[in-house]
């Protein structure tokens, strides 16, 4: 493990949609709300530090959405980050909406879609966001109406590139019929990787892979386990080692390892700089 100032770059870049460079080691913002994603943080100006020193760290990559809060997170980073660093990537997302903490229920009609992003533009204060993605696609609206209105407001220049969340290899290739999908957001981690077929798809095309909950490790951590123990003979931690384990799995991978308080934040940004020998990864893999 190497030390550096800002960590984060240790973890290589990738271009979303070609044009979008960025540290591959991102932050997830969900944490950053009350509990059940619903409402306030606990402690709102940690969460301003939190986001700051995540941009200090070399982070580049920030996700969001308009359903964390709602709306909390997407106005805690422009509290703690506008202006914005010309580098700095805001991916947000659409389509969930909330009745409660822990609630979530999928809604996809155009004109919801616009209203939102209408909303997380001026939330953010940006005039374009770089990222928006659909958070999950309605079962109930057709993908071309909810794609194609995002669509719409690429056209507009209120978006720059349109993402989708927690979909299949089908699901991707029929919402590229309204629009160029340039990321997906789905769960992957270590011991979760149902996902492994659109990874391998998303490597193929050169779309962004954007694993959601990337350390849910459970079991690979206890005492005994093949995360405790290769961390303690590495030095680091074993949150370390998945977000590690990941940026090594695909050169499409954009981990957003998520908290609340800078000294959790500071142990999953030095991730990037931990580098697996092919021994290492082989026995991780093989140990979830």
Known sequence: MTTTTRPAEASGRFAIGGDLNVNRLGFGSMQLTGEGVWGEPRDP??????????VELGVTLIDTADSYGPFVAERLIRK??????????????AG????????????????????????????????????????????????????????????????????????????????GRSARIVSVQ??????????EPLLEYCE????????WVPLATGRLAEAGGPLAEAAAGHGASPSQLALAWLLRRSPVMLPIPGTST???????????????TDEQFEALSKGA
């Open 45 to 54: 100006e940690e969460a301003v530090r939190v986001l700051r020193r995540a």
């Open 80 to 93: 703690a980050l506008h202006p914005y660093p010309d580098d700095l990537v805001i991916a947000t997302k």
């Open 96 to 175: 969930l909406t909330r009745q409660g903490p822990g609630q979530w229920r999928p809604v996809g009609r155009p004109e919801y879609l616009r209203q939102q992003a209408e909303l997380s533009l001026r939330h953010l204060g940006v005039e374009r966001i770089d990222l928006f993605q659909l958070h999950r696609i309605d079962p109930a609206v057709p993908v071309a109406d909810q794609v194609g209105e995002l669509a719409l407001l690429q056209q507009e220049g209120k978006i720059r590139h349109i993402g989708l969340s927690e979909v299949g290899i089908e699901e991707v290739e029929e919402a």
């Open 186 to 195: 789905n769960l992957y981690n270590l011991a979760h990787r149902d996902a």
């Open 204 to 211: 193929a095309n050169g779309v962004a892979f954007i694993p």
């Open 262 to 276: 800078v000294a959790h934040l500071e142990d999953n940004v030095t991730a990037a700089t931990v580098t697996l």
